[in-house]
C-alpha cells in the first residue's frame, strides 16, 4: 500500500506547455527523490531534497525544477515541455540512507 | 563512476523453480544495497535492504546476499510462483569519504522475470 502519491497518472500536452507533477507523501520523511525512467532502462536520478528548503540536482541533466516548501509536498516543474521530456517520472521518500526506499506509482509523460 | 549491472535480461522459468537473479557493481565502496521488483506500469516496490556489513537478508521465500569484495549480489527466490512474475531491480548507495552516503541511489537496468503456470 503505497503512502507516496503522484498526480496526474497520465499526461498528455503540447510543446512548450509548462506542467507540474505532483508528489506528495504522508510518512513524514525527510529525504525525497524524483527519478525519470524511460522503457527498459533504468532509473536516472533527476533531483533530491533532505528536507524543507533543501534541493539539489541528480545525475541527468533536466530542465525541470523543484521546491520544497513542506516536508509532504515535492512537487516538479516543466517550465516548457518539450517531444525529449516524454518519459515516466517516479517520486520517492525514504527516512534515512539506511532505510527502503518508498516509490509512487509514477506520472507517464507525453509530450507532442 | 558506479556501474549496476544485472544478468540475465529477461528470464522465464515454470512455476515452483528456484531461481537466482544476479547484479554486479563497479564500486565496491557501497553504503547499502536494495532490491526492488517493478510491476508493469506501477512503481518500484523496496523487497530486501542489505546493510554493506551484512553478507545477507530474507524475506519469506526471497534470500538476497552481497559479497562486497567481488561487487555482486544476488536474489533468490524459492519455490516460483505467476505472482512474482515483475522486473527486479537491484540499486546501490553509494558510501563517501566521511564515511556515510551522498544518499543518491544508481540503480541496474533490471531483470525481467516471467513465471509461467
Known amino acids: 500500500e503505497a503512502d507516496i502519491y503522484q498526480t496526474p497518472r497520465y499526461l498528455v500536452i503540447g510543446t512548450g506547455k509548462k506542467i507540474t507533477l505532483e508528489c506528495s507523501q504522508t510518512m513524514g520523511h525527510d529525504k525525497m527523490y524524483w527519478y525519470q525512467q524511460d522503457p527498459g532502462m533504468e532509473l536516472h536520478l533527476i533531483h533530491y531534497s533532505y528536507g524543507v528548503n533543501s534541493t539539489e540536482k541528480g545525475d541527468l541533466s533536466s530542465e525541470s525544477t523543484v521546491s520544497r516548501i513542506r516536508t509532504e509536498h515535492f512537487p516538479l516543474t516543466l517550465e516548457s515541455a518539450r517531444p525529449s521530456h516524454t518519459s515516466q517520472y517516479l517520486c520517492?521518500?525514504?527516512?534515512?540512507?539506511?532505510?527502503?526506499?518508498?516509490f509512487g506509482n509514477g506520472t507517464r509523460l507525453t509530450v507532442t | 563512476k558506479q556501474e549496476v549491472t544485472q544478468i540475465p535480461a529477461a528470464l522465464s522459468v515454470p512455476e515452483g523453480e528456484n531461481l537466482v537473479l544476479n547484479c554486479s557493481f563497479t564500486d565496491s565502496a557501497i553504503y547499502n544495497l536494495q532490491w526492488f521488483r517493478q510491476d508493469p506500469g506501477k512503481g518500484l516496490t523496496s523487497l530486501l535492504l542489505?546493510?554493506?556489513?551484512?553478507r545477507e537478508q530474507t524475506s519469506g521465500r526471497l534470500n538476497a546476499s552481497l559479497d562486497k569484495s567481488s561487487g555482486r549480489s544476488t536474489l533468490y527466490i524459492a519455490a516460483s510462483q505467476p505472482g512474482d512474475s515483475a522486473t527486479y531491480l537491484c540499486?546501490?548507495?553509494?558510501?563517501?569519504?566521511?564515511?556515510?552516503?551522498?544518499?543518491?541511489?544508481?540503480f541496474g537496468q533490471g531483470t525481467i522475470l516471467t513465471v509461467h503456470p
Open positions: 540499486a546501490v548507495r553509494l558510501l563517501n569519504a566521511g564515511g556515510t552516503s551522498y544518499g543518491k541511489l544508481t
Open positions: 542489505i546493510q554493506s556489513s551484512q
Open positions: 520517492a521518500s525514504s527516512t534515512g540512507y539506511n532505510s527502503p526506499l518508498h
